[in-house]
């Protein structure tokens, strides 16, 4: 499913399994898929600026995805943020030389575009991608023109960042063409306990009602899902509001429940959050919360989803195979497919 081949140097290729979705209609990949894989050179795999999330372990669902790192680092103070093990407890965000950024994005999407690849961009996987939204605007100044030469791929702007942050998606109205918005969501009393100095639910709505409105294409995520008291009242309460106040049509909604890497739980500052993670609940992503209360969480939330007349595309992130297939077999989900390659993840990450 896949294989890295190395040599003392370190990686020389990956082998990736496209989708049909993110092939350009003129690959010819469409007539090889699913026997053959793609080739993804080294330069790819690890990369400052571009390079493919490849490392999640079997025993977590999480399709491979490309990481977009113009800038990095977070100014909001979430209690449970994995970045604070990924930069080893001085996350601040930091941008990066855009110059070099451009060659690398353009050298990037030359490539891609010679094996019939178009790619979705993460920029939000080290850092919130409008928490500094003057850094965005100059992003944007500069990619944009490059992703207008190679047609098909695009940005998306993952963020917990309100109304007051969006005004560099508003300034030009082709950018929905190249960009894409997932805003991230939780009920406000868990926003106000464990996401301080992010904007409010009410905020994130109302930027996300008006990117929607400008014709930008929207997703949401709620993750990270805390079982705080009275979690099955929030958390209706909050698709009360996505869907009845404010009249948001999602094009796919991801759903994650807390999680605790090792790393993550060492240099957290503010631990309160490790009370809902179960010591006997070891994955390849961490500590989890216990195993039956995740599928009340999923299951409870999946069914609202429904009752609100929701039919896009809903996926779980970095969950394990396990809860995959019990909520499979309630009809909950669907089967998430091939260990490794998961094809039939449609979740926040993807095209």
């Not at 999640?56 to 995805?65: D, E, R, T």
């Not at 991230?184 to 009410?202: C, D």
């Not at 705080?228 to 759903?255: C, G, H, M, Q």
Request: aromatic share 10%.
């Amino acid at each position: 499913m896949k294989k890295l081949t190395e040599r003392k140097m370190g990686i020389r290729e990956f082998l990736y399994f496209p989708r049909k979705e993110e092939l350009l209609e003129t690959s010819l990949l469409h007539y090889s898929m699913p026997e053959l894989p793609l080739k993804v050179p080294a330069k790819w795999v690890k990369n400052s600026f571009v390079s493919l999330f490849y490392k999640s372990p079997m025993n977590i669902v999480c399709p491979h995805f490309w990481v977009f790192k113009p800038l990095i680092g977070c100014p909001y103070q979430c209690s449970y943020c994995f970045l604070q093990g990924t930069f080893f407890g001085d996350k601040s965000p930091r941008l990066k030389d855009l110059e070099e950024m451009a060659k690398n994005l353009e050298k990037f999407l030359s490539w891609a575009t010679s094996v019939g690849l178009k790619t979705l961009l993460n920029v939000g996987e080290l850092c919130d991608s409008l928490a500094v939204p003057n850094w965005t605007a100059k992003i944007l100044k500069i990619c944009v023109p490059i992703l207008k030469k190679f047609p098909g791929n695009k940005l998306l702007l993952l963020t917990k960042a309100g109304i007051n942050n969006i005004h560099p998606l508003l300034e030009d109205s082709s950018l929905n063409e190249f960009v894409i918005m997932s805003h991230s969501l939780n009920p406000q009393p868990v926003i106000e306990r464990f996401e301080k100095g992010t904007a409010s639910l009410e905020h994130r709505l109302e930027a996300a009602k008006i990117l929607q409105e400008i014709g930008y294409e929207v997703r949401l995520r709620i993750d990270p899902i805390i079982p705080v008291d009275n979690w099955p009242i929030l958390y209706s309460e909050l698709l009360d509001a996505i869907f009845k106040r404010f009249n948001l049509k999602p094009e796919r909604i991801t759903l994650g429940s807390l999680r605790g890497l090792k790393k993550t739980l060492l240099y957290a500052k503010d631990k309160d959050w490790v009370e809902y993670l179960n010591k006997h609940e070891k994955t390849g992503w961490g500590l989890k919360i216990e195993r039956k209360l995740r599928i009340s969480l999923y299951s409870k939330i999946i069914q609202d989803l429904h009752k609100h007349g929701f039919n896009g595309h809903i996926a779980l992130c970095k969950e394990t195979p396990e809860i995959w297939m019990t909520l499979a077999s309630e009809n909950i989900l669907l089967n998430p497919g091939k260990f490794g390659i998961w094809e039939n993840v449609k979740c926040n990450c993807k095209n």
